[in-house]
T-cell receptor, first 110, second 113 residues
Framework: GEDVEQSLFLSVREGDSSVINCTYT??????LYWYKQEPGAGLQLLTYIFSNMDMKQDQRLTVLLNKKDKHLSLRIADTQTGDSAIYFC??????????FGSGTRLSIRP | DAGVTQSPTHLIKTRGQHVTLRCSPISGHKSVSWYQQVLGQGPQFIFQ???????GRGNFPDRFSARQFPNYSSELNVNALLLGDSALYLC????????????FGAGSRLTVL
């Protein structure tokens, strides 16, 4: 069935770049997303990319899509303490549903 | 403009009880989706409604039901609550029926004792 996998934890030093990786199984996914969730809060859509794109950049965020390997990544440049959160990779599936990974907890070291 | 609003924000129920969660979409959005997020996991799709009709259903038992009203707000109902139903229930709205760009509310945290 459809599956989205991502590593559980990532720790980076403040000011460095963070790269969060994700793999998915559904090759027909048309939209691929990155969401951010802070403690006790709902999900915030950070960015999304269409399946016919390879890259999308939005300020400090860069999304790379490798459709052949079904690999999606999110790069956060100049990581700040406010970037500490759980980041969810997600893909749009059939029947109006979005499939989420289990989330990557990003922690920032001073 | 108000975002997606959900109520209640927190509630505690006991096993066997029933719960109703409510959601108001962003003004102009006609589609509402419901997701369940168990602690430590990603959200799981429960339902999607567009123009008051069910457009999608996830792999949840019949104890879960939902509806959408003429003003596009929505209710999620869960009967015969189990301990495993404890979770954050997220509502999301979108402009179109495809529900492919979602704006989420802050969620309703349900604890079943």
């Amino acid at each position: 069935g459809e599956d989205v996998e991502q590593s559980l934890f990532l720790s980076v030093r403040e000011g460095d770049s963070s790269v969060i990786n994700c793999t998915y199984t559904d090759s027909s996914s048309t939209y691929l997303y990155w969401y951010k969730q802070e403690p006790g809060a709902g999900l915030q859509l950070l960015t999304y990319i269409f399946s016919n794109m390879d890259m999308k950049q939005d300020q400090r965020l860069t999304v790379l899509l490798n459709k052949k390997d079904k690999h999606l990544s999110l790069r956060i440049a100049d990581t700040q303490t406010g970037d500490s959160a759980i980041y969810f990779c997600a893909v749009y599936s059939s029947a109006s549903k979005i499939i989420f990974g289990s989330g990557t907890r990003l922690s920032i070291r001073p | 403009d108000a975002g997606v609003t959900q109520s209640p924000t927190h509630l505690i129920k006991t096993r066997g009880q029933h719960v109703t969660l409510r959601c108001s979409p962003i003004s102009g959005h006609k589609s509402v989706s419901w997701y369940q997020q168990v602690l430590g996991q990603g959200p799981q799709f429960i339902f999607q409604y567009y123009e008051k009709e069910e457009r999608g259903r996830g792999n949840f038992p019949d104890r879960f039901s939902a509806r959408q009203f003429p003003n596009y707000s929505s209710e999620l109902n869960v009967n015969a609550l189990l301990l495993g139903d404890s979770a954050l229930y997220l509502c999301a709205s979108s402009l179109a029926g495809g529900a492919n760009v979602l704006t989420f509310g802050a969620g309703s945290r349900l604890t079943v004792l």
